[in-house]
């Protein structure tokens, strides 16, 4: 209440929060009305005199050393208690110390004593102008301001060399370009050559032989290797227990359970899935939930991303779930709607995040994202009817319902199968991962979150049982405050990293190509950044359709999925079982007891169920004297319409 936001161009003060709804006054007067969850999701939303925060690159972070990482993490909370009196930032419970209270200490009188406590401490070099640069680089750069600059090494593709040799080497590069059986040592005589007529015989110190090589090759072209014809422009180009939560976000549950039917893998295998969800304590809303393996744990990092950005603000949302829409016809939502309805879910960044110490692993880095953007890991042990139970509960009883929803799609979109014929998705694996996850999402939205829960009532109507989404607008407006989501640079900044290679046509990760415009100067180059070369790449563990690569302005710029126009779309559904069907035809190799693999029962078990295939004729059997193969069968003609019909 009461603080000033900016919004469509304007300047808004906050009037008012009743209803999920945010009331807004500007100064000339004009007043308006909007969504919370559409406010903050907004892309030209912002709290005037709040800076974003900043998250440090992952591979940035864990290159620096350990004692540099812990004194930055010191340095936040020292800063933080100088401006807000509290060391986990306002907000964070308790009273300031006397010598920090801002109500009687100005600013400069709280740095000092800041100062002097650090003295006291046994902290080097440290008095007032040393406090107040270092919270001035933490409001420009954010956590990266408060490490040691001593540590972060500037990496560059010329190392150390003097900028006189490389201009040289460069000069001769370009004199040297497109010449037949051109070497590297023709390069480096050339270059010495340079430098000596530019500023005189032994004037300029010359790296070491090995050190000139390494020049040479890191500054050549690679798409016009030594000695090769240079391009033109017309050469073809190849592109226990806390108190309970009141507040929405306030206290955030991992908690992971079950499904009850497998899907298909990427190599046909049929595997157990779990799904991990994110529940809000005080609403019961599902703030991100991902499928993933039973035998692996889900990423908490991506779980953050998840719940944090709204989807509105990911790069290519609307055109993605556009095409994840139409690959199944039986939809509880138009598309229109669920677009409608995913933007306005709940996304937050929660201000305690509960995870089952049974649960995902909490990584260094993990605890560090949580430290810069002010949340706080809390590790329990599931047990009894403790809050992390419950929501253990809950979460159980979503898997349990989404189970039994999809498996009536599953048995509703089965086609019905001629006598004899096996039909493979009678076991499982009717759903590939991303099908399924793409049904859980819109289930979520259509199903849970309008469904009246037992758990979710309001002391005020204690025989009203609420709907999560009518319990979120409830708290929101009785708590006053909304919690803000990340921005949509942030989702991308929290998925794993990977090094991959930009070569002519794109990025392959898991045997899939991802290409995009924005890589066309970067084609078959050298990452300038890293030791390798290699390019560093964000990548989401459940989610293929793209990447996102870093490139040298330090954007992530997103990666679409080269094949998935077609691969979504609108037809994987039935292709997907098709294959389920031929996969489930195989047999295992390796040995086997029982009778003679051409007779019987072993026979009738490895037989293909493709019709082709059995039409087909023996080896050795030629054709009989009525026409027909030797099995007995004949071949006849091929139908499309008939086969469609099967599937």
Not at 583 to 604: E, N
Request: with cysteine; glycine share 10%.
């Amino acid at each position: 209440m009461g603080a000033r936001v900016e919004f469509q161009g304007r300047t808004w003060q906050v009037t008012g929060l009743v209803d999920g709804r945010v009331h807004l006054a500007a100064d000339d007067g004009a007043t308006g009305c909007v969504l919370a969850a559409l406010l903050v999701a907004a892309d030209d939303f912002a709290v005037v005199g709040r800076s974003a925060d900043e998250l440090p690159a992952a591979e940035v972070w864990q290159a620096l050393p350990l004692a540099a990482r812990e004194r930055a993490l010191a340095w936040l909370r020292h800063i933080r208690e100088i401006e807000t009196g509290l060391p986990g930032g306002a907000g964070s419970g308790g009273e300031p110390r006397p010598a920090y209270d801002p109500q009687r200490f100005t600013l400069a009188e709280r740095e000092h004593a800041k100062a002097a406590e650090l003295a006291a401490l046994g902290w080097t070099k440290v008095s007032r102008n040393t406090v107040q640069r270092r919270r001035i680089a933490y409001h420009k750069q954010g956590l990266m301001g408060l490490v040691d600059q001593r540590t972060v090494r500037p990496r560059s593709a010329t190392g150390r060399a003097d900028e006189r040799v490389v201009a040289a080497v460069l000069e001769a590069l370009r004199d040297l370009r497109g010449r037949k059986a051109t070497t590297a040592k023709q390069v480096i005589d050339r270059a010495e050559r340079i430098v000596d007529r530019r500023y005189g015989p032994g004037r300029v110190k010359l790296p070491s032989a090995a050190s000139m090589y390494r020049l040479v090759k890191a500054l050549s072209d690679p798409a016009e290797p030594l000695g090769s014809p240079a391009r033109t422009a017309t050469g073809p180009r190849q592109i226990g227990g806390p108190p309970p939560a009141l507040r929405p976000a306030e206290r955030v549950h991992a908690a992971t359970a079950r499904l009850g039917s497998p899907v298909a893998d990427e190599d046909g295998r049929l595997v157990a899935v779990s799904v991990t969800a994110a529940l809000d304590e005080a609403t019961g809303c599902v703030l991100a939930a991902v499928l993933h393996p039973q035998e692996s744990a889900a990423e908490l990092p991506v779980l953050l991303a998840e719940m944090a950005v709204p989807p509105p603000l990911r790069a290519g949302w609307p055109g993605l779930l556009r095409r994840a829409h139409e690959d199944w016809p039986r939809r509880r939502l138009p598309l229109q709607a669920r677009l409608e309805a995913t933007a306005a879910r709940p996304a937050a960044v929660p201000e305690t995040l509960v995870v089952d110490t049974a649960g995902p692993a909490v990584t260094s880095w993990f605890l560090t994202v949580c430290e810069g953007l002010g949340v706080s890991v809390e590790s329990v042990h599931t047990r009894g009817n403790s809050a992390p139970g419950a929501c253990g509960h809950t979460l159980g009883v979503l898997a349990g319902a989404f189970t039994r929803y999809a498996a009536n799609l599953a048995d509703a979109a089965r086609p019905v199968t001629q006598p004899g014929e096996d039909d493979a998705g009678a076991a499982g694996g009717w759903f590939s991962m991303p099908h399924l996850q793409d049904l859980l999402d819109e289930w979520i939205t259509a199903r849970w979150h309008t469904r009246p829960q037992e758990a979710l009532r309001h002391p005020l109507l204690p025989r009203a049982a609420l709907t999560p989404d009518e319990m979120w607008r409830v708290l929101l407006g009785a708590s006053g405050a909304v919690p803000l989501p990340l921005s949509g640079q942030h989702f991308a900044e929290l998925l794993p990293v990977c090094r991959k290679a930009v070569t002519d046509a794109g990025v392959r990760m898991g045997r899939r190509r991802y290409d995009e415009e924005c890589l066309n100067e970067h084609r078959g180059r050298s990452c300038p950044t890293t030791d390798d070369g290699r390019w560093e790449v964000h990548y989401h563990p459940y989610d293929v359709r793209q990447v996102y690569i870093r490139l040298p302005d330090g954007l992530l710029h997103p990666l679409p999925w080269t094949d998935q126009a077609h691969a979504q779309r609108p037809f994987d559904a039935t292709v997907h079982h098709r294959i389920t069907q031929v996969l489930a035809g195989r047999t295992s190799g390796g040995t086997f007891s029982g009778p003679d693999p051409g007779t019987g029962a072993w026979a009738q078990a490895v037989r293909p169920t493709s019709r082709v295939a059995d039409a087909m004729p023996e080896p050795g059997g030629g054709p009989a004297a009525d026409g027909t193969a030797g099995g007995g069968q004949e071949f006849g003609l091929w139908d499309a319409q008939a086969e469609a019909g099967q599937w």
